[in-house]
């Protein structure tokens, strides 16, 4: 049965309209997701694209899941990534890393579409100040199988005997999940939080509806029937719960509030750790 469900918000990001699900006021986390937008559809006219400046991060995993589109990232660990659909850049910031993210130049000069979902997954106090990390996985390195014909991709920990090769820091799950109307997928219980957050179309859980855009937070230890209306496009994600609440400023996730202010004044100072080849960078916010 269904908790909650949690509505997206629309947020600009300077011209670039994403729709945010987590942190909610009264649902910060699922198991160790902290953090969920989706990005798009959006459509770029040639000259224009993305251009998401270096900024840091400390206590968490960020991962950027494309359906459509492409995005280069760097970082301050030296690293020159294209995200591309249906793969996974897992970077862990743990003390402080610095990336950004921007539109290819060919794509910006011949106009382009972005479509996808990003997550933060906060990371266990006893590794909230490990060493910062990063690794890419292609598409076809990650476990594609049916369920009752309905289709699935484990992007992260484990989920219906399949594990995904990513490196995580506590036990969770996170799949794209494609279903045809009427379709059915039992979701089993289990002592994890879990939710489905419906990307297109239209969900029954239990008779009751979930549209595009929002997120249904499970009730735990319960099988969960889940039937699409329609078409649909979704995630399903959770996992083990932190260990404690967790502060969020900008972005910075932490268990205390003195990491955080910690973290806002090596920001200030420039001392966080610098990108090769980027001069640009975003202020911290009032």
Do not use: C
């Not at 998401?52 to 492409?70: D, K, Q, W």
């Not at 910062?132 to 594609?144: A, D, Q, R, T, Y």
């Not at 219980?189 to 879990?194: A, D």
């Not at 419906?198 to 239990?206: P, T």
Request: proline share 6%.
């Amino acid at each position: 049965m269904i908790e909650m469900i949690i509505e997206g918000r629309s947020r600009d990001l300077g011209g670039f309209e994403v729709k945010r699900v987590l942190p909610f006021a009264k649902k910060k986390t699922i198991g160790a997701f902290i953090f969920l937008d989706q990005m798009g559809p959006a459509e770029f006219s040639p000259g224009n694209g993305i251009d998401v400046r270096p900024h840091p991060h400390i206590g968490l995993s960020t991962v950027t899941y494309l359906f459509e589109g492409r995005i280069v990232h760097r970082d301050s660990l030296g690293y020159v990534q294209e995200i591309l659909p249906g793969e996974v850049n897992w970077m862990t910031a743990g003390s402080g890393v610095v990336h950004s993210e921007r539109t290819a130049p060919e794509d910006r000069e011949n106009g382009y579409s972005l479509y996808g979902i990003q997550v933060w997954v906060a990371l266990p106090k006893k590794f909230e100040t490990v060493e910062p990390s990063f690794f890419h996985h292609k598409s076809h390195e990650l476990p594609e199988f049916e369920k009752n014909g309905v289709k699935l991709k484990l992007i992260l920990g484990s989920a219906y005997g399949h594990t995904s090769p990513v490196k995580t820091y506590s036990d969770m799950f996170y799949l794209d999940v494609q279903m045809q109307a009427q379709q059915k997928l039992l979701w089993p219980k289990t002592q994890h939080e879990s939710g489905i957050y419906v990307v297109e179309g239209e969900l029954l859980i239990d008779g009751q509806k979930v549209s595009a855009g929002n997120l249904a937070v499970f009730k735990s230890n319960m099988d969960i029937q889940i039937e699409a209306s329609a078409s649909v496009r979704a995630m399903i994600l959770g996992g083990e719960p932190l260990d404690g609440s967790r502060e969020i400023f900008w972005n910075f996730v932490a268990s205390s509030k003195e990491k955080i202010e910690d973290a806002k004044e090596r920001w200030k100072a420039q001392s966080f750790p610098k990108i090769k080849g980027e001069t640009e960078f975003i202020p911290l916010p009032d």
